[in-house]
């Protein structure tokens, strides 16, 4: 399995493109109140809106078949889900196929 760190920055809305496997994603992160929700396109097809983002779990659980890989947060200093300020330092999102 390999594993890529997927750049972010620690603001609390973002919206950008990258390739993840020979996929063209764009991301969009949206932060609400203590929580920060993701929507994702998939080689221009809308596969995901409004996924809660929570440390440790597979943020594409659906679509599986129009997506190849996992995303997931990491906390690298406990487990507490994923908040705009400490990321890509505290919470790190990867990309795992």
Do not use: A
């Amino acid at each position: 399995m390999t594993k890529q760190i997927i750049p972010l920055d620690p603001i609390p809305n973002q919206i950008f493109n990258i390739d993840l496997g020979g996929q063209q994603c764009t991301f969009e992160f949206i932060s609400r109140g203590v929580f920060m929700y993701m929507n994702l396109t998939v080689d221009g097809v809308n596969l995901i809106n409004g996924q809660i983002c929570l440390s440790g779990v597979n943020l594409v659980q659906y679509n599986k078949n129009k997506f190849t890989g996992s995303i997931y947060f990491e906390d690298t200093q406990g487990n507490l889900d994923p908040l705009y300020y400490g990321l890509n330092d505290r919470w790190v999102l990867y990309y795992e196929v």
